[in-house]
């Protein structure tokens, strides 16, 4: 069994790959969270507005 470089570096490539698409699937997670808590937040705001209740 032979052992080079060019294997070396294609599976380390491979584990970069896939910590690069979990990150990019964390990310967009937390994107999606912060999105639910800003429309959230936007529509206690506009029901605020609309109903004249002051803070």
Request: charged share 15%; glycine share 6%.
């Amino acid at each position: 069994m032979s052992f080079s470089i060019m294997s070396a570096f294609s599976q380390i490539m491979f584990v970069l790959y896939a910590l690069f698409l979990l990150l990019g699937l964390y990310c967009l997670y937390l994107f999606i969270k912060l999105a639910t808590k800003g429309i959230a937040a936007l529509d206690i705001y506009l029901d605020e507005k609309r109903n004249g209740r002051r803070p």
